[in-house]
T-cell receptor
């Protein structure tokens, strides 16, 4: 078990471009979470999946954001028409069951120029 | 809504000093409480947790006790090491239990000098 992995680790893009991040959770973990962390702040919840079903989205997740987990394994987070305010660290976490410990990946750091 | 408040940082200590990092929370119901640590260049790691009132979580010499009466979960260590230098986050899980999302404090940077 190699833990939660995320790809890429860093992404620099120009305003208006689309970006996609990938998260591979710990195998057999049913729950997958996305969080966003800005400088000097703690992570903030964006959305989560139970297997392939996306069950909740935060109000932080504007219409430009979309997340998928098509086969209940890896997940992708896409940001369309990026804005400078999207610059942040995007964190993925997984857990085996509801209420169990969440294990975090190393994050994808996004910089929008 | 749920919230977590951590003491302002950063904190700088000498090796072997006693550490206390304050954390208080606001939540309806009975959340689980966590301390996560982020070492330089690494992802968030669970340090310890407590799931009900008066529980004490402990790991790597760190301890925190779930105090329902003061809605607190302060982190302590009797003798810090240089290797404890990191950012520490206090967090709670949604007490309604439906999604178990975590609500984090702002984090505090600890630097331990030799």
């Amino acid at each position: 078990d190699t833990g939660v992995s995320q790809d890429p680790r860093h992404k620099i893009t120009k305003r208006g471009q689309n970006v996609t991040f990938r998260c591979d959770p710990i195998s057999e973990h049913n729950r997958l979470y996305w969080y966003r962390q800005t400088l000097g702040q703690g992570p903030e919840f964006l959305t989560y999946f139970q297997n392939e079903a996306q069950l909740e989205k935060s109000r932080l997740l504007s219409d430009r954001f979309s997340a998928e987990r098509p086969k209940g394994s890896f997940s992708t987070l896409e940001i369309q028409r990026t804005e400078q305010g999207d610059s942040a660290m995007y964190l993925c976490a997984s857990s085996e069951l509801a209420g169990e410990t969440q294990y975090f990946g190393p994050g994808t750091r996004l910089l929008v120029l | 809504g749920n919230s977590v408040t951590q003491m302002e940082g950063p904190v700088t200590l000498s090796e072997e000093a006693f550490l206390t990092i304050n954390c208080t929370y606001t939540a309806t119901g009975y959340p689980s409480l966590f301390w996560y640590v982020q070492y330089p260049g690494e992802g968030l790691q669970l340090l310890l947790k407590a799931t009900k009132a008066d529980d004490k979580g402990s790991n790597k010499g760190f301890e925190a006790t779930y105090r329902k009466e003061t809605t607190s979960f302060h982190l302590e260590k009797g003798s810090v090491q240089v290797s404890d230098s990191a950012v520490y986050f206090c967090a709670l899980s949604d007490p309604t239990g439906a999604n178990s999302k975590l609500t984090f404090g702002k984090g505090i940077t600890l630097s331990v000098r030799p």
